[in-house]
């Protein structure tokens, strides 16, 4: 009986000593890497005395993330900003005591780096006299990190000092305020002039013009843009259906522009696709813009015309497929400048490294055409917005071509 007290005092020791431990709260130990807009954030949530049961992530930009029942011993978590800039991520790991533990992780994103490496020497302007052109198909907003796809589009403009842009699928939303005329606050014209004006303090003027929905609520439209004074412009339909709910309407947008020779006339078209052998509305649409370019000349006698965009029609692929590109080309009129400088670039069986456009139908469906005039000179041409050369904007992989204009 005499041990009796000593007994329950080394007990409620023991119980006093596991009392004030308490519960360990959780360990984070925690890293980013960051790849243009896009981040991971890497480490390790654990609890030495249970389990972490749930994280959640601030990522400082509105935007949070949660996670629960996993394993966070290992943690490679990726979000994407909309923008570049400095952003604090909260995190903060909660175990299954209900004790959290919160670490601030600071990081700073940024736009990839543009490279013009892949371009040809011969691309670059070296007189006064030659001129950049540009087409593109944007795929009206349906890209992944539109952001970094806007900037490596500016970042090619203000970089090349290119002059005429053409651009396809070139879209607004539909419920977007209006800033002027038709023209909404997230038009992509409107957002790469911006960026244009931003960046490189370029100023650029563009003029837009919208056909039909696309994917039921974008204004999609084409649109012509230049650092050269506009002096007249129009858009117009070159299909049988001018009705905006069905994608067979197709317009034409067109700018005269001002430059040291003359007038210069850009057009930006995109022609719907040939839907069956006997289906010849491709080929009224080609006709109706040679005659639109025709009309234009004959009025601004000495204009010097170019017609570019996604024409959706494929020189290597089978009659009647093929009529509509080479309508295009006949009587020796317009001249493809591409196929002008890789004069195998229609051969059979086609080649890959001549496509303009990915996907399902790969193929050369993008052109820059010129009416042949004696002051002109097709200097090089270049495919552009691939993996190896500028990187993707678009499911298209847009053509630039260099001309010279005999004064």
Not at 379 to 388: K, L, P, R, Y
């Amino acid at each position: 009986m005499k041990y009796f007290p000593l007994l329950i005092i080394l007990l409620l020791f023991a119980c006093n000593k596991t009392d004030d431990q308490g519960n360990q709260k959780p360990v984070l130990t925690l890293s980013s890497v960051t790849d243009g807009l896009q981040l991971q954030l890497q480490g390790s949530a654990t609890d030495a005395d249970g389990k972490v049961k749930e994280i959640t992530i601030n990522w400082g930009d509105a935007k949070t993330s949660s996670f629960a029942n996993n394993d966070f011993s290992q943690l490679a978590i990726n979000h994407t900003y909309a923008q570049p800039g400095d952003y604090d991520i909260i995190f903060k790991a909660t175990d299954d005591a209900n004790d959290s533990t919160v670490q601030i992780v600071p990081v700073t994103v940024d736009f990839k780096e543009t490279s013009l490496t892949g371009i040809k020497q011969d691309m670059y302007k070296s007189a006064e006299n030659e001129y950049l052109i540009l087409t593109i198909n944007l795929h009206t907003y349906q890209e992944p990190l539109q952001n970094e796809k806007f900037n490596l589009i500016t970042d090619l403009i203000g970089m090349m000092d290119i002059d005429f842009i053409a651009f396809q699928e070139c879209a607004q939303h539909k419920d977007a305020a209006i800033t002027e005329g038709i023209i909404r606050e997230d038009n992509m014209a409107l957002e790469i002039t911006n960026r244009l004006k931003a960046k490189y303090n370029a100023d650029y003027n563009f003029v837009w013009g919208w056909a039909h929905y696309g994917w039921d609520v974008w204004e999609e439209g084409v649109a012509v843009m230049s650092k050269h004074p506009l002096l007249f412009n129009e858009d117009r339909y070159i299909s049988t259906a001018t009705g905006t709910n069905t994608i067979t309407s197709r317009k034409v947008m067109f700018g005269a522009f001002q430059i040291p020779e003359g007038e210069f006339h850009l057009y930006s078209a995109h022609t719907h696709w040939r839907t069956s052998v006997d289906d010849e509305e491709q080929n009224r649409q080609i006709e109706n813009i040679k005659s639109m370019v025709g009309e234009n000349e004959s009025w601004h006698f000495g204009a010097m015309s170019f017609v570019c965009g996604d024409f959706n029609g494929n020189p290597t692929s089978d009659y009647p497929w093929s009529e509509g590109y080479n309508n295009m080309v006949k009587d020796d009129v317009f001249q493809d400048t591409f196929f002008k400088i890789y004069p195998d670039a229609n051969n059979k069986p086609a080649q890959a490294i001549y496509n303009t456009i990915g996907g399902d139908l790969p193929g050369r469906i993008d052109y820059i055409f010129m009416k042949k005039n004696t002051r002109l000179q097709v200097v090089d041409s270049q495919i552009i917005f691939t993996g190896d050369i500028i990187g993707k904007v678009s499911d298209h992989f847009g053509v630039m071509t260099k001309v010279k204009i005999g004064r």
